[in-house]
């Protein structure tokens, strides 16, 4: 046996690629970071966004998604369903390298070693090793398809909590992308070539979103934008209309971008978009799918990733015009209804500011109207969630959120949230149970509200910076503490116990932040709390107090400084 595993060690040293998906350097491949219900949350969720982009891709780069899918499947112990969605790949695409190695290892965990057998002689097959069947001509374009497929995943990993380790992955899927063309060639067809262009041009937008905040974030940017850019306007000559439109929404952003650098990219005048505005390549981007709901859906989901409102609704509108059945096209709906929710959101924050007046609340109503639609014909999780943020805004004061207006909104938001938590991943959506809270705190109901907040943060991942469940516990905890009663100790128990698992769970310093931010928010109360707390020799949480507003040297003056957060 050690003698037969030499061998295959060998062989695989001298292959120039490996098939299959199960040996890539994935966190998905590996033992969960942390606790491995959130990483089945996080497998869950990317297998249903992966349904969504089935329907946006055809011809070969299909199977990387479907293979992609089986690989999910299998990491959610649903190894059945692995095995069907690889042998449909090799049933359609029987020189698909990647199912049959897939299969093949699927078939070795279910013990069928006579069936991964075959599929392993299928693959050498198709390599042409040991004198195959296959041409090498039909061996360069198998493989390019497979380093092609492997290239599609990397941008889908789990635990990417960085940019660094995000970074990481999307420079990976390059690589294996120009290894691709670097097999294939002239063999590969130029349809599919370009096809591979746009992803690629898509990864390089994606780095520069990353990158713009490095030290070395000039040379970096330059590099990545005069290669996406290239690689947009040769995508442009696809027959596919999708692509297309996509392509020129894409220009239009980066040409947005170039006056970010010190000297405008080459790429722009190599290119020839010297005269081109923005403006002008998201309108072509729209005319070129102006009868076609799926595309002009996808063109509406960008404009709103990239905070354009206006502009997305008016390409949400155009889908409904061309296909208004909620049933047919529910995703238009579905951001349209996000788009409303958004601007409500940022006229309000504007208001908090000082910088507007009250937010438009017939946006609420308007995204409550879209969301109704959906719920009548494509009921989900999400779309509970969003729902219920909407009836908590239409519950609570325009300004001060911890004013009810009306509890029968907010009665309702909780009926919404009720519903979403029947779905299975349900009780695994942290921002589920921090607004289950928010809408308790609102009823004063604190004890319910701070159950929700500290189930909320048990879900947060180990390292997060996010502190949104933390904050709402703390102050929920504050208040119960006010109020006084004869659970003041459990209370103050209770406190005691979500700091020190705060302290295991976030960094360091982002606790120590957000004590400090309790202090000086509830200067009276954390007071308050403080005596209580030395009366009962419970000093630890009092020292952790005073270490957040006591300077460590207080014989050096240092200048105050002031941070905001408009979250």
């Known amino acids: 046996m050690e003698a037969e595993n030499t061998d295959i060690e060998f062989l695989i040293e001298d292959m120039d690629y490996i098939p299959g998906h199960f040996h890539l350097d994935l966190n998905l491949n590996c033992d969960p970071v942390g606790p491995a219900r959130l990483r ?11 349904r969504g982009e089935l329907e946006a891709e055809a011809g070969y780069l299909q199977y990387a998604v479907r293979n992609l899918l089986g690989l999910l499947a299998f990491h959610l112990e649903k190894l059945d ?25 699927v078939y070795d965990k279910l013990g069928r070693e006579v069936d991964a057998g075959e599929c392993v002689e299928k693959v050498s097959s198709l390599m042409g090793l040991d ?22 995943v990397y941008p889908y990993d ?4 960085s940019q660094e380790d995000l970074r990481e992955r999307l420079t990976a899927a390059l690589t294996l992308y120009n290894r691709a063309l670097h097999y294939g060639g002239e063999l590969i067809p130029i349809e599919e070539k370009r096809i591979w262009y746009f992803k690629m041009a898509s990864i390089y937008i994606r780095l520069d979103d990353i990158v713009k905040t490095t030290e070395d974030s000039e040379y970096s940017r330059l590099s990545h934008f005069n290669k996406g850019l290239k690689l947009l306007k040769q995508s442009l000559e696809c027959e596919k209309t999708r692509y297309k439109a996509l ?22 005048h190599d290119c020839g978009y010297s005269a081109t505005d923005p403006l002008s390549c998201y309108g072509t981007a729209i005319n070129l799918a102006s009868d076609d709901a799926f595309t002009l859906n996808l063109l509406g989901k960008i404009f709103l990733l990239l905070g354009k409102l206006e502009m997305a609704t008016g390409i949400c509108n155009m889908g409904l015009n061309v296909l208004p059945d909620p049933e047919l096209n529910w995703q238009a709906y579905c951001t349209r209804a996000k788009i409303n929710v958004r601007l409500y959101i940022k006229d309000l924050e504007k208001a908090k500011q000082g910088e507007g007046g009250l937010p438009d609340r017939q946006n609420l109503t308007e995204a409550r109207k879209d969301l109704d639609r959906i719920l009548g014909v494509h009921p989900c999780l999400l779309t509970h969630l969003e729902m219920a943020q909407v009836y908590y805004y239409m519950g609570v004061d325009a300004l001060q959120e911890s004013l009810l207006v009306d509890e029968g909104a907010v009665n309702c938001a909780l009926v919404s949230l009720s519903h979403a938590l029947q779905f299975e991943l349900g009780e695994s959506l942290p921002d589920l149970h921090v607004l289950r809270g928010r809408c308790l705190l609102l009823k004063g109901e604190e004890q319910n509200a701070a159950d929700c907040f500290k189930q909320a943060v048990e879900l947060e991942r180990p390292g997060s910076t996010d502190t949104t469940a ?3 516990l703390l102050q929920a905890l504050l208040t119960l503490f006010m109020l006084g009663g004869p659970d003041t100790d459990l209370v103050i128990t209770q406190l ?25 928010t509830h200067t009276e109360e954390v007071t308050e709390l403080a005596k209580a707390l030395i009366r009962t020799g419970r000093l630890g949480l009092v020292r952790r107090l005073l270490k957040t507003v006591v300077p460590k040297h207080l014989t050096k003056k240092r200048p105050l400084t002031r941070s905001f957060s408009f979250t």
Do not use: H
């Open 81 to 105: 369903k692995a095995e069907e969605i690889f042998r449909g790949i090799c049933k359609e695409d029987p020189g698909n390298l990647n199912a049959w190695a897939n299969m093949g290892y």
């Open 158 to 161: 789990v635990e990417l909590d």
């Open 131 to 152: 004198g195959g069947e296959a041409s090498a001509e039909e061996t360069r374009i198998l493989a390019a398809r497979c380093l092609a497929e492997q290239a599609y």
């Open 40 to 50: 089945f949350r996080d497998t869950c969720l990317k297998q249903e966004s992966l």
């Open 496 to 520: 005691e116990v979500w700091v020190q698992k705060a302290e295991e769970r976030y960094p360091a310093d982002v606790v120590k932040t957000e004590l400090r931010c309790l202090y000086r």
């Open 247 to 268: 392509g020129w929404c894409f220009i239009g952003v980066m040409l947005e971008r170039k006056d970010e650098f010190n000297t405008v990219p080459m790429s722009v």
């Open 470 to 472: 933390l904050r709402c």
